[in-house]
T-cell receptor
Framework: GAVVSQHPSRVICKSGTSVKIECRSL??????MFWYRQFPKKSLMLMAT?????????EQGVEKDKFLINHASLTLSTLTVTSAHPEDSSFYIC??????????FGPGTRLTVT | QQQVKQSPQSLIVQKGGIPIINCAYE??????FPWYQQFPGKGPALLIA?????SEKKEGRFTISFNKSAKQFSLHIMDSQPGDSATYFC????????????FGTGTRLKVLA
C-alpha cells in the first residue's frame, strides 16, 4: 500500500517553456501533498505544501509564480514550472500524506532545461 | 532550532557489519522521527519511524534508538548487505501545523561485499 506515482519520470524542455509534473496517490487519499527539490548529493528541500482544494503554502524563497501548484483532488497534485530556465533543472519529488505524520514519496522527476 | 543534524556524511562498512547513523535535533516540539532510504535516481522510501514515547523500535534489520533527554536518535542496520548501499535521511516533524518534515543532510552508506 501507500504508492505514489509521478509523471513524467524525465523531461527535457527548452528555456522559456512550461512543464507540468503530476503526482498521484494510487491507493489512498492524500489530504496533504508536498513538493521537494533535490540537488545532486544533497538533501530534500521543501518547496511547498498543498491541501486538497486550498492554495499551496510556499516555503520562503520559493517563487509562487514560477512554481504553480494545484491540488485538485485527494489523489492528484500538479507542479508546473513556468518559463523554465537552465537553473530550474533539478530532481523534483512529491510526497503524499493521508494521516498526520507519514509521508510517502513518489519516484521523482528529472527536469532538464536546455 | 528547526535543524536536524545528521552524521556521518558518508560511511563504509563490510558486509555483515552494523552501520550506525546519528541525528540530533533542537526543537522539543518534534514528535515524529522517520528514516528514509534513497537509491540514486529514485524517491525516498520510508524505512522505519519512531515517536518520543519509546526508546527503541525494530523492523526487520533496522532499529531506531531514541534518546529524548539528549534529543538524539540513531539508525542501526543489522547484518548489513551490499543491497543496503544507499543514502539514508533522518527527519523530524511535529503534530501541530502542517506536519512538514525537517530533513537531515543525509548519509551515503556503502556496504562492501
Amino acid at each position: 500500500g501507500a504508492v505514489v506515482s509521478q509523471h513524467p519520470s524525465r523531461v527535457i524542455c527548452k528555456s522559456g517553456t512550461s512543464v507540468k509534473i503530476e503526482c498521484r496517490s494510487l491507493d489512498f487519499q492524500a489530504t496533504t501533498m508536498f513538493w521537494y527539490r533535490q540537488f545532486p548529493k544533497k538533501s530534500l528541500m521543501l518547496m511547498a505544501t498543498s491541501n486538497e482544494g486550498s492554495k499551496a503554502t510556499y516555503e520562503q524563497g520559493v517563487e509562487k509564480d514560477k512554481f504553480l501548484i494545484n491540488h485538485a483532488s485527494l489523489t492528484l497534485s500538479t507542479l508546473t514550472v513556468t518559463s523554465a530556465h537552465p537553473e530550474d533543472s533539478s530532481f523534483y519529488i512529491c510526497s503524499a500524506s493521508g494521516s498526520a505524520y507519514e509521508q510517502y514519496f513518489g519516484p521523482g522527476t528529472r527536469l532538464t532545461v536546455t | 532550532q528547526q535543524q536536524v543534524k545528521q552524521s556521518p556524511q558518508s560511511l563504509i562498512v563490510q558486509k555483515g557489519g552494523i552501520p550506525i547513523i546519528n541525528c540530533a535535533y533542537e526543537n522539543t516540539a518534534f514528535d515524529y522521527f522517520p528514516w528514509y532510504q534513497q537509491f540514486p535516481g529514485k524517491g525516498p522510501a520510508l524505512l522505519i519511524a519512531i515517536r518520543p514515547d519509546v526508546s527503541e523500535k525494530k523492523e526487520g534489520r533496522f532499529t531506531i534508538s531514541f534518546n529524548k533527554s539528549a534529543k538524539q536518535f540513531s539508525l542501526h542496520i543489522m547484518d548489513s548487505q551490499p543491497g543496503d548501499s544507499a543514502t539514508y535521511f533522518c527527519a523530524a516533524s511535529k503534530e501541530t501545523g502542517t506536519y512538514k518534515y525537517i530533513f537531515g543532510t543525509g548519509t551515503r552508506l556503502k556496504v562492501l561485499a
